[in-house]
Nanobody, 125 residues
């Protein structure tokens, strides 16, 4: 089992940056792919980015491609989401999640087995 805790959210002006962290407990962190999802008020939770267990492959939603970077440090049991050039439409609660799915399924919410509690990101215009 994996427990996930997000941190790093906050209030930032448009054009600014934030780095989210996803700290995991358990010795099996390195066997899981990690995904980031977000949910804005009144909207469904949506895929943002994912990284395979080794860090060898990364995936991004079109809306964040070129602005966000996902990474992981298996020695520290932590994954990261560097968010640059933030826009007001990036405002949402951001969740990290762990999955054993194959890489081609990592954009699907239902493929994730464990979820963090979320961290709020607010981008002001």
């Amino acid at each position: 089992q994996v427990q996930l805790v997000e941190s790093g959210g906050g209030l930032v002006q448009a054009g600014g940056s934030l780095r989210l962290s996803c700290a995991a407990s358990g010795r099996t962190f390195s066997t899981y792919a990690i995904g980031w999802f977000r949910q804005a008020p009144g909207k469904e939770r949506e895929f943002v980015s994912a990284i395979t267990w080794s860090g060898g492959s990364t995936y991004y939603a079109d809306s964040v491609k070129g602005r966000f970077t996902i990474s992981r440090d298996n020695a520290k049991n932590t994954a990261y989401l560097q968010m640059n050039s933030l826009k007001p439409e990036d405002t949402a609660v951001y969740y990290c999640a762990a999955s054993l799915a194959v890489a081609t399924r990592l954009s699907f919410l239902g493929e994730y087995h464990y979820w963090g509690q979320g961290t709020q990101v607010t981008v002001s215009s």
